[in-house]
T-cell receptor
Framework: GNSVTQMEGPVTLSEEAFLTINCTYT??????LFWYVQYPGEGLQLLLKATKADDKGSNKGFEATYRKETTSFHLEKGSVQVSDSAVYFCALKWGTYKYIFGTGTRLKVLA | EAGVVQSPRYKIIEKKQPVAFWCNPISGHNTLYWYLQNLGQGPELLIR????????DSQLPKDRFSAERLKGVDSTLKIQPAELGDSAVYLC????????????FGPGTRLTVL
């Protein structure tokens, strides 16, 4: 069946460090891929998305590229800020509405 | 524009008691989702509504869980009776349609069953 695997956290970085959060997936067909972010006390928010192979999603300095050959959608940011501290969820959508979310990766950015 | 509203934000009950959660989606959003999020896990779909119709409730434990969206706007999720294992965060999300690639999530209701 379809699945999403993302790296376990917490990931702790100093401000301005480079961020990578790994996400790999298993799916039949051609799913859409997403990164959601959850700040403390808030609901999940869509961060970026990619709907087909080789698409790059980007938002707020974050990027992720849909790599079909490696079934990956790794999240990257060149210089993290304290305000980026949150939990990040990789998600896969197939069909009209079926979503699978990863287990989440907590990011802590230290000043 | 208001986001997805959920209440209560926190609920503590004893096992075997009933509990209900309320969700008001973003105005104009026809699709409403209820998700269960266990600690350290991602959200898992419980039920999806298209307007007032529950079009996917295959993951809803129907022996104790029920949901309704009578007028196709706000929705209520109920558990009766609650069990210890129901302690989790219950998330509501909405989108304009099922085909829409963005869901908007509420802050969730954290349920603790003692």
């Amino acid at each position: 069946g379809n699945s999403v695997t993302q790296m376990e956290g917490p990931v702790t970085l100093s401000e301005e460090a480079f961020l990578t959060i790994n996400c790999t997936y298993t799916a039949t067909g051609y799913p859409s891929l997403f990164w959601y972010v959850q700040y403390p006390g808030e609901g999940l928010q869509l961060l970026l998305k990619a709907t087909k192979a080789d698409d790059k999603g980007s938002n707020k300095g974050f990027e992720a590229t849909y790599r079909k050959e490696t079934t990956s959608f790794h999240l990257e940011k060149g210089s993290v800020q304290v305000s980026d501290s949150a939990v990040y969820f990789c998600a896969l959508k197939w069909g009209t509405y079926k979503y699978i979310f990863g287990t989440g990766t907590r990011l802590k950015v230290l000043a | 524009e208001a986001g997805v509203v959920q209440s209560p934000r926190y609920k503590i009950i004893e096992k075997k008691q009933p509990v209900a959660f309320w969700c008001n989606p973003i105005s104009g959003h026809n699709t409403l989702y209820w998700y269960l999020q266990n600690l350290g896990q991602g959200p898992e779909l419980l039920i999806r509504y298209e307007n007032e119709e529950a079009v996917d409730d295959s993951q809803l434990p129907k022996d104790r869980f029920s949901a309704e969206r009578l007028k196709g706007v706000d929705s209520t999720l109920k558990i009766q009776p609650a069990e210890l294992g129901d302690s989790a965060v219950y998330l509501c999300a909405s989108s304009f349609s099922s085909e829409d690639n963005e869901q908007f999530f509420g802050p969730g209701t954290r349920l603790t069953v003692l």
